[in-house]
């Protein structure tokens, strides 16, 4: 079993940044590719970021690419979402989640546990 606490989310205006914290519990955090996805109101949830296990890989959706950065601190048990130059476009429930030990992936059925969520808007 593994736990995960998203936090970071809020309220900015577009143009703002946000950094978002991912904290895991109850497995070797570090053994796990990690990833990030969002669902916006009405839409299906989707693959944003990716980071393999050991933080030397890293792969991003063309939507955030340029403008999303995703690491991870493995003593911390610890995976972050630095999110610059925000747009209306990003709001979003942004999740965190363990995903496998081979690849990083982008479909939502390879990766095993889900955080709840934390709220991101972005205002025009």
């Known amino acids: 079993q593994v736990q995960l606490v998203e936090s970071g989310g809020g309220l900015v205006q577009a143009g703002g940044s946000l950094r978002l914290s991912c904290a895991a519990s109850g497995r070797t955090f570090s053994n796990y590719n990690m990833g990030w996805f969002r669902q916006a109101p009405g839409k299906e949830r989707e693959f944003i970021a990716g980071?393999?296990?050991?933080?030397?890989?890293?792969s991003y959706a063309n939507s955030v690419k340029g403008r999303f950065t995703i690491s991870r601190d493995n003593a911390k048990n610890t995976v972050y979402l630095q999110m610059n130059s925000l747009q209306p476009e990003d709001t979003a429930v942004y999740y965190c989640a363990v995903g496998s030990r081979q690849w990083i992936s982008s479909k939502i059925n390879e990766y095993s546990y889900w955080g709840q969520g934390t709220q991101v808007t972005v205002s025009s």
């Open positions: 980071i393999s296990w050991s933080g030397g890989m890293s």
